[in-house]
């Protein structure tokens, strides 16, 4: 059982950031089906950048807390935290969404659909599974280099920025 707590404290950033971003991304296809629904296939842009809002809060709060243990909640710290966190976002959902047009209408994964267990399985959600991969990797880089970079906690719960 120690060897197990060992490997999970050893680990902790990295697989808190892979829960979490399984948790965001379950948010943002959930968003973008359930969006596809109300509003229809052919919205998938609109419908991609909605469910990338959503999923966006969901992973800042879920990163600044459990992933990157960035507990201060000074307004300058917040601040610069989200706005990096929002611009770092910002470039991997350019990279998406671009690549989502390219594939979908380009390379036209747009006409693909099946049906598997029940559900139907169109193009633009095998893209975005595709592309959800290229996401995650660049977002963690970013969350851990530039926006989180070398903030720890101290006693009293506040973070610093590590020297």
Same mark, same amino acid.
């Given at each position: 059982? *120690?060897?197990?707590?060992?490997?999970?404290?050893?680990?902790?950033?990295?697989?808190?950031?892979?829960?979490?971003?399984?948790?965001?991304?379950? /948010?943002?296809?959930?968003?973008?089906?359930?969006?596809?629904?109300?509003?229809?296939?052919?919205?998938?842009?609109?419908?991609?950048?909605?469910?990338?809002?959503? *999923?966006?809060?969901?992973?800042?709060?879920?990163?600044?807390?459990?992933?990157?243990?960035?507990?201060?909640?000074?307004?300058?710290?917040?601040?610069?935290?989200?706005?990096?966190?929002?611009?770092?976002?910002?470039?991997?959902?350019? /990279?998406?969404?671009?690549?989502?047009?390219?594939?979908?209408?380009?390379?036209?994964?747009?006409?693909?659909?099946?049906?598997?267990?029940?559900?139907?399985?169109?193009?633009?959600?095998?893209?975005? /599974?595709?592309?959800?991969?290229?996401?995650?990797?660049?977002?963690?880089?970013? *969350?851990?280099?530039?926006?989180?970079?070398?903030?720890?906690?101290?006693? *009293?719960?506040?973070?610093?920025?590590?020297?």
């Amino acid at each position: 059982m *120690s060897r197990i707590k060992d490997i999970f404290v050893k680990y902790k950033e990295i697989l808190t950031y892979v829960v979490f971003g399984v948790l965001t991304t379950l /948010v943002n296809f959930v968003c973008f089906w359930a969006l596809g629904r109300l509003f229809g296939n052919n919205a998938y842009l609109l419908n991609n950048a909605a469910a990338w809002i959503i *999923s966006v809060i969901f992973a800042y709060v879920t990163n600044k807390l459990w992933v990157f243990e960035s507990k201060n909640w000074n307004i300058k710290i917040v601040a610069a935290e989200a706005a990096e966190f929002f611009a770092a976002r910002l470039f991997s959902f350019g /990279v998406e969404e671009g690549c989502l047009w390219l594939l979908v209408d380009i390379f036209n994964m747009g006409s693909l659909s099946f049906t598997f267990l029940g559900f139907e399985i169109t193009g633009q959600l095998i893209a975005k /599974v595709i592309l959800a991969v290229i996401v995650v990797i660049l977002n963690y880089f970013f *969350s851990k280099f530039v926006i989180f970079a070398g903030k720890k906690k101290n006693s *009293s719960g506040a973070c610093k920025k590590s020297e």
